[in-house]
């Protein structure tokens, strides 16, 4: 166990550097923006690009690794909006508070610490299930929120939400990067010495940005959501991101490897490792976009991101 949180200890680590940054004025809030286009647009698109054209192009896809976790979120989003919906918490909040309770942040987070933890082999299964997450799982959430527009045109908003949740999607650099390096990788193809070497700076770069820059948003976000809040409004849903969402991805997979599914042990653990991330920073944006109450949104992020450091790492020692 030790071992496992002197691993996982400088990734948090940055995160709290980040936060502390940001919550002291050391970093001016109007910074942040800034920081989070550098890694949304230029090192985190490297770093994934860097992964997807030298990983095999069948652990990019997988069916098997996508479709089980795809059903376990399906499954997280349809719990998590039956136990938190009510009448102060309708669709357009009940529906964000699902989609941060099943969209880890596999981006800023997870393929750096897995890969510093378990190879460079796990990039495939967690980059796989990243486009899951930010295909699938974000666009049925968005569509969700749009059901508090009168019954009667539920299913037109719904329709609306979801073409814009999509040209959000294809405006995302992160799914070209993956593309990208995925035909790169199935070519065989490498880039020429200078342009690859300015990629892989880059991608060098985002890591440890990213982590602070997610330390930095969550400071904001407690800055400005400085209103009271009952716990019972934000904790159940981190409880459930950072201990239904992990065992209900190992279940899903240990029950299909029983059956016979030709699913390695290797990519059940990277994806429940995965599942045990904590919650995506960039959910908070998105709420904030579409007019859910980013305060409580920002809450469960910061809690699973602060709870993580060790539940994450008791769930690296479990399946170790």
């Known amino acids: 166990m030790l071992n496992i949180l002197l691993v996982t200890l400088p990734f948090f680590a940055l995160v709290l550097a980040g936060f502390v940054a940001a919550r002291w004025r050391l970093l001016p809030l109007e910074a942040i923006p800034g920081l989070n286009s550098f890694v949304l647009f230029f090192a985190l698109p490297a770093m994934l690009y860097r992964f997807g054209s030298t990983t095999p192009i069948a652990q990019l896809l997988d069916a098997w690794v996508g479709g089980i976790y795809l059903a376990c979120a399906l499954v997280m989003v349809a719990v998590t909006i039956a136990l938190t919906r009510n009448e102060r918490i309708r669709w357009n909040d009940a529906s964000f508070g699902a ?4 969209f880890p942040n596999s981006g800023f987070m997870g393929v750096p610490l897995l890969v510093a933890l378990l190879g460079p082999s796990a990039a495939g299964p967690v980059i796989l299930l990243m486009l899951v997450d930010m295909v699938v799982t974000s666009s049925l959430c968005v569509a969700l929120s749009r059901l508090d527009e009168g019954e009667g045109h539920g299913g037109r908003a719904m329709a609306v939400a979801a073409r814009k949740a999509l040209r959000g999607v294809v405006t995302n650099p992160m799914p070209w990067a993956i593309g990208l390096g995925a035909l790169a990788s199935a070519a065989h193809f490498g880039l020429p010495a200078p342009v690859e070497k300015t990629v892989w700076l880059l991608a060098d770069a985002a890591s440890p940005v990213a982590l602070f820059t997610i330390g930095a948003v ?16 934000y904790l159940p849903v981190a409880l459930l991101k950072l201990l239904l969402h992990p065992l209900l991805v190992f279940g899903a997979g240990s029950l299909a490897i029983a059956l016979g599914a030709p699913l390695s042990r290797f990519a059940l653990v990277v994806m429940t490792l995965t599942a045990a991330l904590p919650s995506a920073s960039n959910v908070s944006l998105l709420a904030e976009r579409m007019g859910a109450d980013n305060g409580r949104i920002a809450r469960i992020i910061l809690v699973t991101t602060t709870a993580a450091f060790l539940t994450f790492s008791a769930a690296v020692a479990w399946l170790a």
């Open 218 to 233: 969550l400071a904001r976000s407690q800055i400005q959501a400085n209103y009271p809040m009952p716990v019972s409004d």
């Open 99 to 102: 989609l941060v309770a099943a």
